[in-house]
């Protein structure tokens, strides 16, 4: 049997409505002017982001959301990644709807989700510590019944995007094993990060005895793992567009830049790097779309097969096109005044954020072995 992907009408309406937005209200020179601003957005891109209810694509209507499905994110994501939008979005609008989906109740998402879907509220989810590497599942951070509520005490790292949150949920170790918690962030300290990516702000949160409110009920390992798999997924789908960002300026730049009275583009090296680079993408893309395609259906074993495949493959591939589009600028690609950095690092810090491809090729190793 043949299986045939290709996007609706409406989700080409979608991307094309989220790249002219970005290309008229966060173009590359916005990008460069938030790439050291703690927050990463400004108000209205915030705002005109909301009013496209892109915040609540993957959030159900009965919440205030689209109530669409993980494949409509990525065409968002892609676009986004495309202009190397910077600031919370992924944050807000994938991962803390992923994991309150995932391990929350009715009324947990009645509370949580509205304010989300709206913009009202910057959520981000913090799951990893110091010196854990990428081991999320036995956290140190401790909670403790008090009162009718929680009480958290513990350090995050690599919080994406802590310094623009309003709220925060956190993985902490509860008597019943690991459990969701939901923190005002102005009950926490936050402090932030160097990061090779200034459009992925990162920062350490350390919360002590702050009050919170538990998401879901009994041990939420399983549940946060395939929320994680969505949120490796889109991942990957975000860093896809800025390779075919890279992948384009070098292309156009083969097209104009003269060399011995021809366009570099005539040469063979030039070709076989643009070659390379386009077959990079494209196979990210495909693995991309197929994870997010296989997270929506009801097998979690395959859901999470894809995203490992998915993650491990692009981890490799996605910076090596950026790289070999670099090659074929020459020197001025590895200036800073050149935009072909700005999507270089994006790949990089997907490759980088939640295991490398070495962590997922084991991950995809351990399925093929309990197969």
Same mark, same amino acid.
């Given at each position: 049997?043949?299986?045939?992907?290709?996007?609706?009408?409406?989700?080409?309406?979608?991307?094309?409505?989220?790249?002219?937005?970005?290309?008229?209200?966060?173009?590359?020179?916005?990008?460069?002017?938030?790439?050291?601003?703690?927050?990463?957005?400004?108000?209205?891109?915030?705002?005109?982001?909301?009013?496209? &209810?892109?915040?609540?694509?993957?959030?159900?209507?009965?919440?205030?959301?689209?109530?669409?499905?993980?494949?409509?994110?990525?065409?968002?994501?892609?676009?986004?990644?495309?202009?190397?939008?910077?600031?919370?979005?992924?944050?807000?609008?994938?991962?803390?709807?992923?994991?309150?989906?995932?391990?929350? $109740?009715?009324? $947990?998402?009645?509370?949580?989700?509205?304010?989300?879907?709206?913009?009202?509220?910057?959520?981000?989810?913090?799951?990893?510590?110091?010196?854990?590497?990428?081991?999320?599942?036995?956290?140190?951070?401790?909670?403790?019944?008090?009162?009718?509520?929680?009480?958290?005490?513990?350090?995050?790292?690599?919080?994406?995007?802590?310094?623009?949150?309003?709220?925060?949920?956190?993985?902490?170790?509860?008597?019943?094993?690991?459990?969701?918690?939901?923190?005002?962030?102005?009950?926490?300290?936050?402090?932030?990060?160097?990061?090779?990516? &200034?459009?992925?702000?990162?920062?350490?949160?350390?919360?002590?005895?702050?009050?919170?409110?538990?998401?879901?009920?009994?041990?939420?390992?399983?549940?946060?793992?395939?929320?994680?798999?969505?949120?490796?997924?889109?991942?990957?789908?975000?860093?896809?567009?800025? &390779?075919?960002?890279?992948?384009?300026?070098?292309?156009?730049?083969?097209?104009?830049?003269?060399?011995?009275?021809?366009?570099?583009?005539?040469?063979?090296?030039?070709?076989?790097?643009?070659?390379?680079?386009?077959?990079?993408?494209?196979?990210?893309?495909?693995?991309?779309?197929?994870?997010?395609?296989?997270?929506?259906?009801? $097998?979690?074993?395959?859901?999470?097969?894809?995203?490992?495949?998915?993650?491990?493959?692009?981890?490799?591939?996605?910076?090596?096109?950026?790289?070999?589009?670099?090659?074929?600028?020459?020197?001025?690609?590895?200036?800073?005044?050149?935009?072909?950095?700005?999507?270089?690092?994006?790949?990089?810090?997907?490759?980088?954020?939640?295991?490398?491809?070495?962590?997922?090729?084991?991950?995809?190793?351990?399925?093929?072995?309990?197969?």
């Amino acid at each position: 049997m043949t299986m045939y992907f290709d996007f609706s009408a409406e989700q080409q309406v979608l991307r094309e409505t989220v790249r002219r937005f970005l290309a008229d209200r966060a173009p590359i020179r916005y990008v460069r002017e938030m790439y050291d601003d703690p927050t990463g957005t400004t108000g209205a891109v915030w705002a005109g982001l909301a009013e496209l &209810g892109l915040m609540g694509i993957l959030i159900p209507e009965e919440f205030g959301g689209l109530g669409r499905g993980l494949v409509d994110m990525g065409v968002v994501l892609e676009e986004m990644g495309r202009a190397a939008h910077p600031g919370p979005f992924f944050s807000s609008a994938v991962a803390a709807p992923s994991v309150v989906l995932a391990v929350g $109740d009715t009324a $947990d998402q009645a509370e949580l989700l509205p304010a989300i879907a709206s913009g009202a509220t910057v959520a981000t989810v913090g799951l990893l510590e110091p010196g854990q590497r990428y081991h999320w599942q036995a956290p140190v951070t401790r909670a403790v019944p008090a009162g009718d509520g929680w009480q958290v005490s513990g350090t995050k790292a690599h919080v994406p995007d802590a310094a623009a949150a309003d709220l925060m949920l956190l993985t902490a170790a509860t008597p019943d094993g690991l459990g969701l918690f939901a923190l005002d962030a102005a009950n926490v300290e936050t402090a932030p990060h160097d990061v090779l990516d &200034g459009t992925r702000k990162e920062g350490t949160v350390t919360v002590r005895d702050a009050p919170a409110r538990r998401v879901g009920s009994g041990d939420a390992t399983e549940a946060l793992g395939r929320a994680l798999d969505q949120v490796l997924v889109g991942s990957v789908v975000d860093a896809v567009g800025a &390779g075919q960002a890279a992948l384009d300026l070098a292309i156009g730049y083969a097209k104009v830049r003269t060399q011995f009275d021809r366009p570099i583009g005539a040469f063979q090296h030039v070709q076989r790097l643009c070659v390379d680079a386009f077959e990079m993408v494209e196979a990210s893309r495909t693995v991309g779309y197929y994870g997010l395609w296989a997270c929506e259906g009801s $097998d979690t074993g395959e859901a999470h097969r894809a995203a490992a495949m998915a993650k491990a493959f692009a981890s490799d591939a996605l910076p090596a096109a950026c790289a070999w589009a670099i090659q074929a600028h020459g020197g001025i690609g590895v200036t800073w005044e050149h935009d072909l950095h700005l999507f270089y690092k994006r790949c990089l810090s997907m490759q980088l954020a939640h295991g490398a491809a070495a962590e997922h090729y084991e991950a995809l190793a351990s399925i093929l072995m309990d197969a």
